[in-house]
C-alpha cells in the first residue's frame, strides 16, 4: 500500500469525493482523508468500493500512501480550514512536494501562500475548479495557477479528469504563476452572476409583461439553446420552468425571491473597483442580489407604487438579441478585468486558453466561449472583444432590438439592471468624447485638482483661476 497512490485528496464532501472518483476512473490511485473519520468509512465502503481509492484513516496513513513528489489535493472550506490543513500537513512533506487548493478560495489568499510555501521549498497550486458536483464527476473546468514547477507533475491527471471541448481538447490549462488560477475562477464566477441575472431578466419581461406560461417559457428556452445563446444556463433554465411542487403546482411560485450569494461575484465587483476597470454588469448582478434581500421593505413598496407591467409588448426576438448582446459586454468587462491583472501582477495571462477552459464543464460553458477563444487566438494582443470583428459586426446586428428592450423595461416599469448596465457601457465605450470633461472642470473648480488638455501630451497637468477669489495653486494630480 505504502507509496502507491498518485495523488491524495482530503475533503470528503460530494465535490471531493467526486474528484476521487473521477480520478480513480482515468487509472489513477487516489488516497481519501478526511478529519471526521466516519467519513472516510462511509466512503470507503460506499461509492469508493472495488475503486483504486486508498481510504485512510489518519493523516500518517495518509502522507504514507502517496508516491513522491507527494501531490496533496485539499478540497475543504475557503479561508482558515485551508491554512489549518497546510499547518497539519507540512511537517510530513518535503522539498519539491505539491499542494494543490481546489476550493473557493480569494486570490489574495492564494498568492499569500503561494509566496509562504515557496521560501519551504513546497510547490503551492490555487486551482480553480467549476462545474459543480456532476462537473467533479464527469469532466470540470479546472484553471490551475501557483508555483509553475508543479504543472509537469499535475498536468496529465488534471486534465485527464478535465470536461473536454467539441475537438477534444481538456478545459485545462496552466494560468500562471500566485494567485492567477484563483482569479480567473473569481472572473469566472462574476461573469456567472451576470450571466444568470440577465437570464432572469428576459424571464421577467417573457413571464410578467408578456404573459408567457412556463410552459411557454420552457419551449422559448429551449429554441434559444439551440442558437447564439447556446449554453449551460440557458439548458437548465428551460429545465426548471418544466418542474412541479409534490402539489402539481408549478415549483418557481413556491420559490421566496431573496438571492443568495458566496462572495465571489462581490470579490469581483471589488477587485473592478480598486484596479478602476468598468465592470459595471458584474456589479449590477451582485446589486440586483443585495436589492432582492430586502424582501419586507419591497413588499411595501409594491403596495405604494402599484404599475401594469403588460400595457405594451415587445417580440421575443428582440429580448433574446438582448441577452446575446449584454452577455457578450459581459464577458469584453470580464476579460478587460482579467487583461489589467495580468499586467499588474505579470501573469502573462493567455485569453483563448481561458476560453478553452471554459468552453466545457463549467457553469458558464457556453457556443459563444468558441467565439472568444477564436478571437485571441487571431489576435493574442486584443484590447477588448469589442473591437473583434465578430463582435463587432454582432452588436452592430443586434443593436436597435437591444435598445428596444431596455426602453421597453423602463416604460412598463421592469428593473433591467444588467440589460441597461450593458447597454450604458456600450454607450460610453463607443463614445469619442465623453462629458468627463465637464467633470474635471468641477473637480478643478472646488478642489484645484488639474485637468490635462486635448492640445497638449498626456501627463501634463493645468489649473485655472476659476474664479476671482481662487489662486493658482493647484492640488497634487493623482488618480484613486
Known sequence: ?????????????????????????????????????????????????????????????????????????????????VDQFIALILP???????????????????????????????????????????????????????NSQAWPEIKAIFQSIAAKSE???????????????????????????????????????????????????????????????????????????????????????????????????????????????????IAEAVFARCLSSVYEERQKAASCYKIDLTKETIEEDKIAHALYASKIISYAQGFMLMRSASTTYNWDLQYGSIALMWRGGCIIRSKFLGKIRDAYKKNPKLENLLLDDFFVKEILRMQKNFRDVVAYGAKVGISLPCFSAALSFFDGYRRKRLPAFLLQAQRDYFGAHTYERVDKKRGEFFHTAWTKGSGDVSSSSYNA
Request: proline content about 3%; glycine content about 14%.
Open 92 to 146: 510530513h512533506l518535503e522539498e519539491g512536494d505539491i499542494i494543490i487548493d481546489g476550493g473557493n478560495s480569494h486570490y489574495p489568499d492564494t498568492q499569500k501562500r503561494y509566496e509562504m510555501l515557496k521560501d519551504r521549498g513546497i510547490l503551492f497550486v490555487g486551482a480553480g475548479i467549476s462545474g459543480g458536483e456532476e462537473g467533479a464527476r464527469h469532466g470540470p473546468s479546472i484553471m490551475p495557477g501557483g
Open 167 to 281: 475537438d477534444q481538447e481538456p478545459c485545462c490549462d496552466w494560468v500562471g504563476e500566485g494567485g492567477a488560477g484563483h482569479y480567473v475562477k473569481m472572473v469566472h464566477n462574476g461573469i456567472e452572476y451576470g450571466d444568470m441575472q440577465l437570464i432572469s431578466e428576459a424571464f421577467d419581461l417573457l413571464h410578467n409583461s408578456l404573459g408567457k406560461t412556463y410552459e411557454d417559457l420552457h419551449a422559448i428556452f429551449s429554441a434559444w439553446n439551440k442558437g447564439d445563446l447556446d449554453s449551460y444556463l440557458v439548458e437548465i433554465t428551460a429545465d426548471i420552468f418544466q418542474k412541479k411542487d409534490a402539489d402539481g403546482s408549478w415549483l418557481l411560485d413556491k420559490i421566496l425571491d431573496v438571492a443568495g450569494q458566496k462572495g465571489t461575484g462581490k470579490w469581483t465587483g471589488m477587485n473592478a473597483l480598486d484596479a478602476g476597470i468598468p465592470v459595471t454588469l
Open 1 to 81: 500500500m505504502q507509496n502507491t497512490a498518485d495523488i491524495g485528496l482530503i475533503g470528503l464532501a460530494v465535490m471531493g469525493q467526486n474528484l476521487i472518483l473521477n480520478m480513480a476512473d482515468h487509472g489513477y490511485t487516489v488516497a481519501a482523508f478526511n478529519r471526521t473519520v466516519e467519513k472516510v468509512t462511509r466512503f470507503s465502503e460506499g461509492p469508493a468500493k472495488g475503486k483504486s481509492i486508498l481510504c485512510a484513516k489518519s493523516l500518517e496513513e495518509f502522507i504514507s500512501f502517496l508516491k513522491r513528489p507527494r501531490k496533496v489535493m485539499l478540497m475543504v472550506k475557503a479561508g482558515a480550514p
